[in-house]
Structure formats: C-alpha cells, structure tokens
C-alpha cells in the first residue's frame, strides 16, 4: 500500500481539509492522527454552550469511528506524535515511524498560561476544545461566582454565555479596555457597557496575582491589592501556535510555522493549516481564513496547486448583549479611524489617505451595515496566479 497523506489534528482544520480532500479523492490513504478522542464539533460553539444549554457530549457532532467512515479514513486517537522526520518523510510516535506522502499540520494553538500564586492553581481552567469545555462544565456544576482571565474576544464571548446561563461573572484583565487591538475604544466601550448591562464586573489595567482556597470558595487577590470571591477561574489569555515540534525537525517558525500562500512548510511535502500556521505573515486564528485554506489545500494535496487567498474577513463577536462585528486593517495600513457613535450603536471605520475603506467595527445596531462596507473592504490576500500543474507524488 502507498504511503498515505497524513493529518495531524482532528479539530476544524484537519477535519475540514480530510472532508475536502476526500470530494476530489476519494481513494488515496488517510490518516488522522488526533491527542484527544477525536470527536468532531465546532470550537466556536464552545463559548455559546451555556445559553444554549449545551453539555460537552451534547456539542460533539461525531465520534472518531463516524468520521473514519465518513472520510474512509484510519484515525488514530489518545495519540501523540513525539518528532517530525521530513528528511525521511515519516512522523514517529514514541518508537513507531509512520510513513507520510504528505504531512499536514493541523494542530492549532494552545492556551498561554499565567503563572499565579497560591494553592487553587488546579481551579484555573482554560478552555481551548471539547475536552476542556467538558472538564469546566463539570466544575462549574453547582458553582455561580466565576472569574475570567481576560478581556479579549474570548474572553467577553465567554463572560456573555455565563451570565446568559445565570452566572455571576468578573473579568479581570491588564489592558485599559476589552478587546484591545481590535476595536477602536468607543467600540470597545459600547461592548463593555452592553456586557456590565447584563451583570460583568470589569477590573481592568490590573492582573490575578494570588488564588487561595477559602471556607466560602476561592479568594483572588488582584495586583492593585482588590480581593475578590469566586467558585472558579476561566482562562481566556489567548492562544500561542504549536510550533515546537516543527522547529525542533528544522522547519522555520516565527509567531506561526512559517508557510508559502500553497501552505507549504519549509520541508518538502509538509504543510500547515489554521491556528498553527503563519501565511504571508499571517496568523489568523478564526475560521474563515481555515476554511479557506482547507480548500485550497485540499486541492493542491490532490495535484491542482492552488494559492490560498483571503477575500475580506470580517470577525462576528459572539456578544449578544452588544453584538459586534470587526474587520481589522492590514498590520502597517495608513489610514485614520472615524467614528459614528449613538449609545451602544458604533459605526468605526478606518479610512485611507484617499478615504478608501481599509476597515471597520461595529458595534449595536450598526452591525447592520456589515455587508455594504464588506463589499468595499480590500481583499487580506489578493487572488494570485495559479499553477498549472504538479508533479505526482513520488
């Protein structure tokens, strides 16, 4: 049997990109290869699972054995690859070498942990995939007082499901505002002022220095000397790219594992998909821009090279008590925000020096106008050549 293409990661990248791949061949072996249980579901679903009342069981669409079969793939779940071999095209696991075609890194990003004092480190959960959503919903059960660690996009979507689900919720972040560096302030003011509407506490400009466990739950000190109570700790710092594995087998990294617009790696017959991957210096941890790739890739995988290229990606904040959409200008764009604001209804745009639209935030009910100024954004990476043709693997 021929080496098969090799997937690893079984989270929206590497399914999407096997259910791609499999449209235009369905025959070439595929292997999955998955640390979890290898259960398909949405990640973003996962911060919406508390108004929804959804459980972790209940947001999981399909089990390994379903997708094998769907995709007539071999997954390999509860699996860790230890090291890349791209000079003999195979990945080890422990002591077992496992031949590739091609190799496809899909293994996204993982949660940044903060260092924090005390003896209640084990009540700080991060939630970054099924399993940890499942591990909180049970800690949480029983418990209303819940502290998020920051004030980003996950961070307030998370603060908005929780007090949707009847929790008490305080936000405790070092920036001066939520979402910093993604909405202009009056954006980022109208999202604050739509959540403490509906019960946030914000402490912002400050950090969790100590988490101690007390007779009424757990005491969180605050690096401005408040102290609060809560039952648990949501981690919602950010995400970093996996990239350790690739750069320990040679392959360039920088913030993501560093790819070409064909999302090839700098080793021969790797590839990199979605939150692990830097294009053009770029990296997007939103799905569009992975299922854009997917489809690109999918059809390079079967022999059609195609460039991967992003139209306008505007970013829909899960934040129902102020709905918010987000286009952000390209990193260096010269331009100027104007910004319309009534209340919580906030139409920000960033204008060029000849008043072209580089991008926007809205904010309320501006959020309406979303697909008028779409059509006016540039594209994040413009449509190139394609290649004609590829050489069969061999």
């Known amino acids: 049997m021929s080496a098969p293409v090799v997937i690893i990661g079984t989270g929206l990248a590497g399914y999407n990109l096997a259910r791609e791949f499999r449209k235009l061949d369905p025959q070439t072996p595929l292997l999955l290869i998955t640390a979890d249980d290898g259960r398909s579901y949405s990640k973003p679903l996962l911060s919406t699972g508390f108004a929804a009342n959804k459980n972790a069981e209940s947001l999981g669409m399909a089990t390994a054995g379903a997708m094998a079969e769907q995709l007539n793939a071999e997954i390999r779940t509860h699996t860790r690859v230890t090291r890349l071999d791209p000079a003999n095209r195979r990945v080890w696991i422990g002591n077992e070498p496992v031949p590739y075609r091609d190799l496809v ?3 996204g990003a993982q949660t940044i942990q903060v260092p924090v004092a005390g003896d209640a480190a084990d009540a700080i959960f991060p939630i970054n995939d099924l399993h940890d959503y499942g591990r909180f919903r049970a800690a949480v059960a029983g418990n209303r007082r819940v502290l998020i660690l920051g004030a980003g996009l996950i961070g307030c979507e998370f603060a908005n499901d929780l007090l949707l689900g009847s929790h008490k919720v305080d936000l405790v972040a070092p920036s001066e505002q939520v979402m910093p560096g993604l909405l202009p302030p009056e954006a980022a003011q109208a999202v604050r002022n739509g959540l403490e509407g509906i019960g946030a506490r914000f402490h912002l400009g400050c950090t969790l220095q ?8 757990l005491q969180a000190t605050l690096s401005d000397g408040r102290r609060l109570t809560c039952d648990l700790v949501v981690s919602a710092v950010g995400l970093r790219p996996r990239t350790e594995l690739a750069a320990e087998a040679g392959l360039d990294v920088a913030r993501g594992i560093v790819v070409n617009r064909l999302l090839q790696t700098s080793a021969a017959h790797v590839y990199a998909l979605g939150d692990c991957a830097e294009v053009e210096g770029l990296n997007l941890l939103y799905v569009m821009p992975l299922m854009a790739g ?15 290229s992003y139209g306008p990606m505007p970013v829909t904040v899960k934040t129902p008590a102020c709905p918010v959409v987000v286009s952000l200008p390209a990193v260096g764009a010269e331009g100027d925000w104007t910004v319309d604001a009534h209340g919580n209804d906030v139409k920000a745009l960033y204008l060029g020096s000849s008043g072209q639209l580089l991008g926007y935030a809205l904010t309320g009910a501006a959020v309406q106008e979303r697909l008028a100024l779409n059509k006016q954004l540039p594209p994040v990476l413009a449509e190139l050549p394609q290649i004609l043709s590829l050489k069969s693997p061999g």
């Open 294 to 308: 997917a489809r690109a890739l999918a059809k390079t995988l079967f022999g059609n090279p195609t460039f991967v």
């Open 210 to 217: 100590h988490l101690q466990r007390s007779e009424d739950g």
């Open 105 to 107: 890194l899909a293994w």
